[in-house]
């Protein structure tokens, strides 16, 4: 399965690197504030989705662009997000990736993080670890927060969570050695496990965007939480990720900015 997955990133990586030389003459859709969709969007998720269903009819499909399919009728769900960092590819900025998970009764256990542009291939099983083009990875042993280097998002579609976020960001920077805002979740979490970051931290995540990333740091050898160090990520969206020594640092100075908001209730 975790072959399927891969040859279906990379056929939907071709589609992407053939379209970055006429990303002026593509059809560009505003689905929402700050949110947009464009053909190669539509057309690698159209290439992931036939690639998985030849090999696997009867399994589910949660896409991005596609909606869902199937889920219903199957343990198995490949929650595919095609284009992750849309609107870095709109504007020519290399930091965009494939993103394709398999679920099996709710947990993931397959995921590939596939960056066209750089050819790196993120791939990780659940039991049998996480690699970047077959080299295995481990999380940083970074132990605080002093001199660690964090990834995050800006949550700029929702702007009602820009302040306890901001407070947040003015927390972490205090310490950290540096703070990146790349514009790629899932290569963000990827980074995460092939210890390019210390850690990661975002706000109004959907499942697409972070599903193969949370099981790379897991495999990796990460800690994986919602904003309050409960395990309820796909739930909220808002997601920590860390080692295990910079989860903990990570969380307390998080803690104090959440608002009702932020905070899950469950249900």
């Given at each position: 399965m975790l072959n399927i997955a891969v040859r279906a990133a990379r056929a939907a990586g071709d589609i992407i690197v053939r379209a970055m030389d006429r990303v002026d003459l593509l059809n560009i859709t505003v689905k929402s504030r700050n949110d947009f969709v464009s053909d190669v969007d539509r057309q690698a998720e159209h290439e992931i989705v036939n690639i998985l269903l030849r090999a696997y009819p009867s399994h589910a499909i949660l896409g991005e662009e596609h909606g869902a399919q199937g889920l219903a009728q199957s343990d198995y769900v490949w929650v595919i997000d095609p284009l992750d960092g849309t609107t870095n590819f709109l504007h020519g900025f290399p930091q965009f990736a494939v993103s394709i998970a398999l679920f099996y009764r709710g947990k993931v256990e397959r995921g590939v993080v596939y960056d066209p542009v750089r050819q790196e291939l993120f791939t990780a099983e659940r039991g049998a670890g996480a690699a970047?083009?077959?080299?295995?990875?481990?999380?940083?042993?970074?132990?605080?927060?002093?001199?660690?280097?964090?990834?995050?998002?800006?949550?700029?579609?929702?702007?009602?969570?820009?302040?306890?976020?901001?407070?947040?960001?003015?927390?972490?920077?205090?310490?950290?050695?540096?703070?990146?805002?790349?514009?790629?979740?899932?290569?963000?979490?990827?980074?995460?496990?092939?210890?390019?970051?210390?850690?990661?931290?975002?706000?109004?995540?959907?499942?697409?965007?972070?599903?193969?990333?949370?099981?790379?740091?897991?495999?990796?050898?990460?800690?994986?939480?919602?904003?309050?160090?409960?395990?309820?990520?796909?739930?909220?969206?808002?997601?920590?990720?860390?080692?295990p020594k910079l989860h903990t640092p990570m969380l307390e100075l998080i803690k104090p900015h959440l608002t009702e908001q932020l905070r899950y209730r469950g249900g």
């Open positions: 970047l083009n077959n080299r295995r990875l481990r999380v940083t042993k970074q132990k605080g927060l002093s001199g660690a280097l964090l990834g995050t998002g800006i949550p700029f579609k929702d702007q009602s969570y820009l302040d306890p976020y901001l407070g947040m960001l003015k927390a972490l920077l205090k310490d950290a050695a540096g703070i990146r805002r790349a514009g790629s979740a899932a290569l963000d979490l990827a980074y995460v496990a092939a210890g390019r970051f210390d850690g990661f931290w975002e706000i109004g995540l959907q499942k697409w965007d972070m599903a193969a990333g949370v099981l790379l740091v897991q495999e990796a050898g990460g800690i994986v939480s919602d904003l309050e160090g409960g395990d309820a990520y796909f739930e909220t969206g808002n997601i920590v990720t860390a080692n």
